[in-house]
């Protein structure tokens, strides 16, 4: 819900952002349930759209609590993609493994994203190896970090090889920037470390 909320505001569809909770009496805009803005938590499947650029993008934000796992199983069967929503500090739990098997059960297609890199604890590398470790998936970054907890301010693009800043009082402002020179060897090393797990499934990749 988090993450929806977020991408409804930066791609314009949301003119602010509001938390989980409703503790700016406001809420989350895909927590439309008095009861989800109270615990917190989603427990109905709410769908949304927006677009970015020239792509039209339809949203369903499911239930990440382990007791609502039937509304994220009726989802699974019409999306044509999935985000799964990960934790810096927190890392694969209980309902991400029972949602993976999901996953595969329908065979949806999915990318990974680590949120909360700015939380005192968050440790994106050790999120990728429980993905692999945990759930036996492929995983590799295509993005790492510039900073973590207080120091957090963008991300490289390692396809790209390029720094995105954000900037402004909701980072709403990407700014494209250099690499920083002490990212300079990681970003390298990452991207050959992409490289190798896209070659384990493509061969074109490999050869």
């Known amino acids: 819900t988090t993450l929806t909320e977020r991408i409804l505001f930066y791609t314009g569809r949301i003119d602010a952002i509001h938390e989980v909770r409703g503790r700016d009496g406001v809420g989350a805009k895909m927590d439309s349930m008095e009861l989800e803005r109270e615990k917190g938590i989603t427990i109905q499947s709410a769908a949304t759209y927006t677009t970015w650029k020239d792509k039209n993008i339809n949203i369903i934000?499911?239930?990440?609590?382990?007791?609502?796992?039937?509304?994220?199983?009726?989802?699974?069967?019409?999306?044509?993609?999935?985000?799964?929503?990960?934790?810096?500090?927190?890392?694969?739990?209980?309902q991400s493994v029972t949602v993976d098997r999901q996953m595969k059960r329908y065979k949806v297609p999915r990318l990974a994203f680590i949120n909360k890199l700015d939380r005192v604890g968050s440790n994106p590398e050790r999120v990728v190896n429980e993905l692999r470790e945990k759930?036996?998936?492929?995983?590799?970054?295509?993005?790492?970090?510039?900073?973590?907890?207080?120091?957090?301010?963008?991300?490289?693009?390692?396809?790209?090889?390029?720094?995105?800043?954000?900037?402004?009082?909701?980072?709403?402002?990407?700014?494209?920037?250099?690499?920083?020179?002490?990212?300079?060897?990681q970003v390298e090393l990452k991207r050959l470390e992409l490289v190798e797990h896209l070659a384990e499934v493509d061969e074109e990749i490999g050869e």
């Open 61 to 94: 934000d499911t239930p990440g609590h382990v007791d609502f796992t039937v509304e994220v199983e009726r989802a699974l069967r019409v999306l044509d993609g999935a985000i799964m929503v990960l934790c810096a500090v927190g890392g694969v739990q209980s």
């Open 135 to 185: 759930l036996f998936l492929n995983a590799a970054q295509v993005q790492i970090p510039i900073g973590l907890e207080d120091n957090l301010s963008g991300v490289v693009d390692l396809v790209a090889r390029r720094a995105l800043l954000h900037e402004g009082a909701d980072g709403e402002k990407v700014i494209e920037a250099s690499i920083p020179e002490n990212l300079l060897d």
